[in-house]
């Protein structure tokens, strides 16, 4: 085992990669995985890869022994395992970009801990991106094994992304996706503090494909996800990638000010003829209504000048604190 204290220099997608790179890296964000790490790296160590396989294990910030299990790992699998250990809790796309920067093969899969992605649909993953040239393959499921509240929250993240973002319509984002090298490298050069690594992926190519694959119940705990992790990975994806939230404050800012004036009119015309005008509950109506846009116009307003804020402070995207890797003969990536 080596400790790094660098990151490793990344390959080529071509036929001539360094010796250095391997066919493919699948990079694991670890949360609470100490039940389910072990499995999943045992069964990928046993995968057929043409070119070689490395695996990337980032554990972020996990409370449970999930570090010394991947320590373990690293120890006693039969091939290359590299165990990132983050200095505290930055969340899972933070987790996948440090993870992407230690990942040294020609395509990198992401996937999570919790046994819901079979392993064996890694290399169907990879053989559909190198045989259709596609730079980004995400998956998608005829049946999800999620609660209902969080397939829910999946759907509308989809929904949010087909009118942010310059994506196909209808293509479904997911975790378990597979990247070329060009994909990688293009989005490692963004270092901001609020990662948003589908985001970055549609910026940065249109080699876009999808096929589908099996979703299997979580084999142990429950998910990591709550309604505040995913009001963050909302917001990350609403105010990193688009303007359109602005542009709508802007929108409704015109129909109030067209609902005020027309009030205006209706006021002045009750005046002239020499109707009482309605009365105090009407007016605290109007003024409660009017308030509360200005107060949420000035929310997104100040949400997007706070991430640039911190984002000019370099507020970290994850700090690293070791880096151990075993080394196994990488293979050669083939046609």
Not at 58 to 87: K, M, Q
Request: proline share 5%; charged share 20%; net charge neutral.
């Amino acid at each position: 085992m080596n400790m790094l204290d660098t990151d490793p220099a990344g390959g080529d997608v071509r036929l001539d990669v360094p010796a250095t790179s391997f066919g493919l890296s699948i990079v694991v964000p670890v949360y609470r995985g100490a039940d389910t790490v072990g499995t999943l790296v045992a069964a990928l160590a046993g995968l057929e890869v043409a070119g070689g396989l490395e695996i990337v294990l980032v554990n972020d910030g996990s409370p449970d022994n999930s570090g010394e299990v991947c320590r373990r790992l690293v120890a006693v699998t039969s091939v290359s395992v590299t165990f990132v250990e983050h200095a505290r809790n930055y969340g899972e796309h933070n987790a996948v970009m440090t993870g992407l920067r230690y990942a040294r093969g020609a395509y990198v899969i992401t996937m999570d801990d919790d046994l819901q992605n079979p392993p064996h649909e890694v290399v169907r993953l990879y053989d559909h991106a190198r045989r259709n040239g596609l730079d980004v393959v995400y998956t998608r499921y005829a049946e999800k094994q999620h609660a209902a509240w969080r397939n829910l929250g999946s759907r509308l993240a989809n929904r949010m992304a087909d009118v942010l973002l310059d994506k196909p319509k209808g293509l479904y984002l997911s975790s378990f996706r597979c990247m070329s090298r060009l994909a990688v490298d293009s989005i490692l050069l963004y270092d901001g503090p609020y990662p948003y690594v589908d985001g970055l992926l549609v910026q940065v190519t249109d080699r876009l494909g999808s096929i589908e694959v099996m979703h299997l119940p979580r084999a142990h705990g429950r998910s990591n996800y709550n309604l505040r992790r995913l009001l963050r990975l909302w917001l990350s994806l609403a105010l990193n990638f688009s303007i359109l939230p602005l542009r709508l404050s802007v929108f409704l800012g015109l129909i109030m000010g067209a609902i005020g004036f027309a009030g205006a009119v209706f006021v002045m015309f009750e005046s002239l003829l020499e109707r009482p005008p309605a009365g105090w509950a009407s007016t605290m109506v109007v003024v409660l209504l009017l308030s509360g846009v200005q107060l949420v116009m000035l929310g997104i307003l100040g949400e997007y000048v706070g991430r640039v804020f911190l984002t000019a402070n370099h507020k970290p995207q994850g700090v690293v604190r070791a880096v151990v890797r075993s080394e196994h003969a990488p293979g050669r990536p083939q046609a």
